[in-house]
């Protein structure tokens, strides 16, 4: 596993590997599209909970599923200004770094990034309490993200 950064660490490192983009325009199509991908995740990953066991082997699916959407409304909303980020640490730092005002904890995205890649890459299944232990967090931090796209594309 690599070595854990603090999010002002990932910052510098993201920034001197050149992994912020600049884009020319706001892509307003995509950051839409996006949106409605990501409450087909939710809706599917809240289908998938009604009738899951705790004990159930598909915590991976839901899990995966909260993540997916916490990445796009990340991508979407930064698309806002012209920002394209394509490495998820470095998305969720630059997130945290320039959005301070917006209270995102990132000991939290650093959990669940390695959580997930955990699955990803590395075969490391997630069980129901490891569900539970991010469940109210990622809701939180996934509603705080749409309020302010929603609100970002009322004054476009």
Known sequence: MPKYLTQKEAFLKCTREGKFITTEDIDIEKIKSTFKISEGD??????????LPNESNQWNSVYKLYYDTLHELTESFLRFEKIKIDNHQCLFAYLCEKHQDLDFNWDFFEKVRTKRNGINYYGIPINYNDWKEVEVYLRLYIKKLKEEIKKRLKEI
């Open 42 to 51: 939710v809706e599917s990953a809240d289908y998938i909970k009604k009738s």
